[in-house]
């Protein structure tokens, strides 16, 4: 007992002592208000920190700013805002707490400014990060009227996201051809899209949600664990700057079937800036859709409703807790006869998904040059389904098809520390991280493949970056983690090294070598039980199933500055990625009404290729974008049921080009062109007579996809505005010309884009 009262005093004082750190006296100040170079206007949400530090702060509704906390005499301010051209400025004694700093910004390039993390898991400039990182801006994310994180990915030079399933809609997102169990999926920096929540984990995140989405391609384990072998996605959440109000509503008709979603988000930030919170609602409703009028759907019902809060406090100048939670609840519903119970459809596929996400963290500034966080995140999911159909219209038949209910429950707990200490030209980044994913589901008819799996990992990472060269110029970053997976036997290590070099005339040269690994666990393709005439069809581990792992080399060179007064994004980049021990799928059975696959590790597989990034904006007011892929995924061995070793459902060139136009203050364009390539498709057939469906590998045709949309905002009275849109999506209707008809038509067999022509109308009010 009294061991343990020492300890508790212990952890008082070390409590107490950390608070009053944050308040010394005689802390230095500037203070300061940033503005547009052209238009003089006062910019919201302005970056400023003090270089090689961990000291910062953002500018007010007014534009003004107060930076404190810090003892330093002279150094480099850094002043940044998305969508503008970062400054720096050379401060000395003479400028503390004396007449306010005026800073003008000039606009750039719509990622310009942005601040990442997800590449070194420690806060950079876009154009300065050593580690190649696209962003998707929020305000991008409004432009294109994308109504999830799903939709938000579709138009990133190589990224993929295609719908799997014309029952269901479930969703993947492709990296560089790979399938989605090799992107790694973060919230705010956390792994917590657990196992289940992949299935159909990307439509669950509404857009109100997201302030900015980090994507970092290759290899990422030696940062984040299992899972980041063809590269890492980054949600990131709103940090409460200033308070405000939206509430939005959007109505589309996709050839006749309506869908709608209705959002709002609030801001509130205590008059100090010591303390804040974002709190984001949303509510969606998607009508079915026939598109072949077989009364079979291609798009299913679904109804989601989210809500959640962010919540920051600053004890002192040196500390801060965080605090974040979210709620979503969402039904889908496909497959025929909608309007009978799932059970009495000839095929049914349903699910009812609550999920329950939250993280607590805290943030300590020692000093100037050291800092740390300590963090809890989770993740609850339940799910309730059904996959399968009424085969006869009999009593017989009936009680059968109450066999195809199921529930899931799947909870995840992670939980870490990192510290980072900079010191000279070198900041070191050290940590811990343990992760529990617990999985429970009774999916499946056939009890031999319930599923009662614990999957655990702890990490250990340490990572330095050092840095060159009398303006910083060259930068190098070496580090590894080490893994223990409980899937595992053996310890695994995941190195990385990256270099850049960034010359004067704004031109940077990047190249590096990283590694990430995949446990033998279950997947999220697992849990998507497929019907296929009232039948499941469910994919499972082989029981020698081996970890993947994966080697990514990239090297490539960007420019993005100003040729005179016009902002230029130019990039090249080649990559490489060899994959040990690929995982593939082979048939192994079909008994009745359940069909067998199992999951294999093959000898190995690699893809190669080229990215291309190109964006101009002449004049202030447009801006052009476009990203191209060219790439090729093969395994080294032939699949045996297609007789090929390329990759399945994965073009080899695909691209986009978006031109945003504001045509005055108040009127807006944007338009956007996605192109996908020819790619393989497997195609399963049923023949009357047969056990077992014919398997065929279908070479699809390319498409082109066309978006346009104009807003106009109406500036009613002062703080008080809304904005009006009106737009096509996929203009020219480019959608699948022979989907299979009828009961015995394959679900899987989907391609190419995921909605029809829809047209939309949307209202935003802010205040």
Same mark, same amino acid.
């Given at each position: 007992?009294?061991?343990?009262?020492?300890?508790?005093?212990?952890?008082?004082?070390?409590?107490?002592?950390?608070?009053?750190?944050?308040?010394?006296?005689?802390?230095?100040?500037?203070?300061?208000?940033?503005?547009?170079?052209?238009?003089?206007?006062?910019?919201?949400?302005?970056?400023?920190?003090?270089?090689?530090?961990?000291?910062?702060?953002?500018?007010?509704?007014?534009?003004?700013?107060?930076?404190?906390?810090?003892?330093?005499?002279?150094?480099?301010?850094?002043?940044?805002?998305?969508?503008?051209?970062?400054?720096?400025?050379?401060?000395?004694?003479?400028?503390?707490?004396?007449? $306010?700093?005026?800073?003008?910004?000039?606009?750039?390039?719509?990622?310009?400014?942005?601040?990442?993390?997800?590449?070194?898991?420690?806060?950079?400039?876009?154009?300065?990060?050593?580690?190649?990182?696209?962003?998707?801006?929020?305000?991008?994310?409004?432009?294109?009227?994308?109504?999830?994180? !799903?939709?938000?990915?579709?138009?990133?030079?190589?990224?993929?996201?295609?719908?799997?399933?014309?029952?269901?809609?479930?969703?993947?997102?492709?990296?560089?051809?790979?399938?989605?169990?090799?992107?790694?999926?973060?919230?705010?920096?956390?792994?917590?899209?657990?196992?289940?929540?992949?299935?159909?984990?990307?439509?669950?995140?509404?857009?109100?949600?997201?302030?900015?989405?980090?994507?970092?391609?290759?290899?990422?384990?030696?940062?984040?664990?299992?899972?980041?072998?063809?590269? $890492?996605?980054?949600?990131?959440?709103?940090?409460?700057?200033?308070?405000?109000?939206?509430?939005?509503?959007?109505?589309?008709?996709?050839?006749?079937?309506?869908?709608?979603q209705l959002g709002a988000v609030a801001e509130l930030v205590s008059d100090d800036g010591l303390t804040g919170a974002f709190i984001f609602g949303s509510t969606r409703s998607r009508n079915p859709y026939d598109r072949n009028l077989d009364g079979y759907t291609e798009i299913g019902e679904l109804k989601n409703e989210t809500i959640g809060f962010n919540f920051f406090h600053r004890p002192s100048n040196k500390t801060e807790v965080n605090l974040s939670l979210h709620r979503i609840h969402e039904e889908r519903r496909g497959g025929s006869e909608l309007e009978k119970p799932i059970h009495e459809s000839r095929i049914g596929e349903w699910t009812e998904h609550f999920r329950w996400?939250?993280?607590?963290?805290?943030?300590?500034? =020692?000093?100037?040059?050291?800092?740390?966080?300590?963090?809890?995140? %989770?993740?609850?999911?339940?799910?309730?389904?059904?996959?399968?159909?009424? !085969?006869?219209?009999?009593?017989?038949?009936?009680?059968?098809?109450?066999? %195809?209910?199921?529930?899931?429950?799947?909870?995840?707990?992670?939980?870490? =520390?990192?510290?980072?200490?900079?010191?000279?030209?070198?900041?070191?980044?050290?940590?811990?991280?343990?992760?529990?994913?617990?999985?429970?589901?009774?999916?499946?008819?056939?009890?031999?493949?319930?599923?009662?799996?614990?999957?655990?990992?702890?990490?250990?990472?340490?990572?330095?970056?050092?840095?060159?060269?009398?303006?910083?110029?060259?930068? =190098?970053?070496?580090? !590894?983690?080490?893994?223990?997976?409980?899937?595992?036997?053996?310890?695994?290590?995941?190195?990385r090294l990256n270099l850049m070099y960034k010359f004067d005339n704004g031109l940077i040269v990047r190249a590096g070598y990283s590694t990430g690994f995949k446990a033998p666990q279950i997947f999220d393709e697992d849990l998507h039980i497929c019907g296929l005439e009232g039948d499941q069809r469910v994919i499972r581990n082989s029981n020698y199933l081996k970890e993947e792992r994966s080697h990514t080399f990239t090297i490539g060179t960007e420019y993005q500055d100003f040729i005179g007064k016009t902002p230029l994004l130019i990039g090249i980049t080649g990559f490489y990625t060899r994959l040990d021990g690929a995982y593939s799928e082979q048939f192994v059975s079909r008994e009745?009404?359940?069909?067998?696959?199992?999951?294999?590790?093959?000898?190995?597989?690699?893809?190669?290729?080229?990215?291309?990034?190109?964006?101009?904006?002449? %004049?202030?007011?447009?801006?052009?974008?476009?990203?191209?892929?060219?790439?090729?995924?093969?395994?080294?061995?032939?699949?045996?049921?297609?007789?090929?070793?390329?990759?399945?459902?994965?073009?080899?060139?695909?691209?986009?080009?978006?031109?945003?136009?504001?045509?005055?203050?108040?009127?807006?364009? %944007?338009? !956007?062109?996605?192109?996908?390539?020819?790619?393989?498709?497997?195609?399963?057939?049923?023949?009357?007579?047969?056990?077992?469906?014919?398997?065929?590998?279908?070479?699809?045709?390319?498409?082109?996809?066309?978006?346009?949309?104009?807003?106009?905002?109406?500036?009613?009275?002062?703080?008080?505005?809304?904005?009006?849109?009106?737009?096509?999506?996929?203009?020219?209707?480019?959608?699948?010309?022979?989907?299979?008809?009828?009961?015995?038509?394959?679900?899987?067999?989907?391609?190419?884009?995921?909605?029809?022509?829809?047209?939309?109308?949307?209202?935003?009010?802010?205040?």
């Open positions: 007992m009294l061991q343990a009262k020492r300890i508790y005093s212990a952890l008082i004082i070390l409590l107490t002592a950390t608070i009053l750190s944050g308040s010394g006296v005689n802390q230095k100040a500037i203070h300061g208000k940033v503005v547009d170079e052209a238009t003089k206007e006062a910019l919201i949400g302005a970056n400023i920190f003090i270089k090689e530090s961990n000291i910062g702060t953002a500018s007010n509704h007014n534009g003004y700013f107060i930076l404190k906390g810090f003892e330093l005499a002279d150094f480099e301010l850094s002043v940044s805002m998305l969508g503008y051209k970062t400054e720096t400025l050379k401060i000395t004694e003479q400028n503390f707490n004396y007449d $306010t700093l005026y800073i003008n910004l000039r606009q750039g390039m719509i990622e310009m400014g942005s601040i990442v993390v997800t590449g070194t898991n420690t806060a950079h400039l876009y154009e300065n990060v050593p580690v190649k990182t696209e962003i998707i801006p929020n305000a991008l994310i409004l432009k294109k009227k994308s109504l999830n994180l !799903a939709e938000a990915l579709s138009f990133q030079t190589g990224l993929s996201v295609d719908n799997e399933c014309n029952n269901c809609n479930f969703t993947q997102v492709r990296i560089l051809g790979f399938d989605g169990k090799y992107s790694q999926i973060l919230i705010d920096g956390d792994p917590v899209m657990s196992t289940l929540g992949g299935v159909y984990g990307l439509e669950h995140f509404p857009k109100e949600m997201i302030e900015q989405i980090e994507v970092v391609k290759g290899g990422g384990s030696a940062l984040y664990g299992s899972g980041a072998i063809s590269g $890492t996605i980054n949600l990131m959440t709103k940090r409460p700057v200033f308070n405000s109000t939206k509430i939005n509503y959007l109505g589309q008709s996709a050839d006749g079937s309506y869908d709608q996400g939250g993280k607590i963290g805290w943030v300590h500034r =020692i000093n100037n040059k050291i800092d740390y966080k300590v963090n809890y995140s %989770f993740s609850i999911l339940e799910r309730d389904s059904y996959y399968g159909g009424l !085969a006869e219209n009999t009593p017989e038949g009936r009680l059968k098809a109450l066999n %195809f209910y199921g529930y899931s429950n799947n909870p995840l707990h992670s939980g870490g =520390i990192q510290g980072n200490y900079r010191f000279s030209n070198q900041v070191i980044t050290a940590g811990f991280q343990y992760f529990r994913d617990e999985l429970l589901d009774r999916s499946v008819a056939n009890e031999s493949y319930y599923v009662d799996e614990v999957f655990e990992n702890a990490g250990f990472f340490l990572q330095d970056e050092i840095f060159f060269g009398s303006s910083n110029q060259f930068t =190098i970053i070496a580090g !590894a983690r080490v893994d223990k997976h409980s899937a595992i036997q053996n310890w695994i290590v995941s190195p009745d009404k359940f069909e067998v696959w199992e999951r294999i590790n093959s000898t190995g597989a690699y893809v190669t290729g080229i990215e291309l990034d190109l964006g101009v904006k002449p %004049f202030s007011s447009i801006e052009f974008r476009s990203g191209l892929t060219y790439k090729k995924n093969k395994y080294d061995e032939k699949l045996e049921d297609f007789n090929t070793r390329n990759f399945l459902r994965t073009p080899d060139l695909f691209g986009h080009f978006n031109v945003i136009y504001d045509v005055t203050k108040n009127l807006g364009i %944007f338009t !956007a062109v996605k192109y996908q390539g020819k790619m393989n498709v497997p195609h399963e057939i049923l023949i009357e007579g047969n056990d077992e469906p014919l398997l065929k590998l279908e070479r699809v045709p390319s498409f082109v996809e066309l978006d346009f949309g104009i807003t106009y905002n109406l500036q009613l009275i002062n703080n008080f505005s809304t904005k009006l849109s009106v737009g096509v999506k996929n203009l020219t209707d480019a959608y699948q010309g022979d989907l299979d008809y009828g009961l015995n038509r394959d679900p899987g067999y989907v391609y190419g884009p995921a909605n029809p022509r829809t047209m939309y109308f949307s209202i935003e009010t802010s205040f």
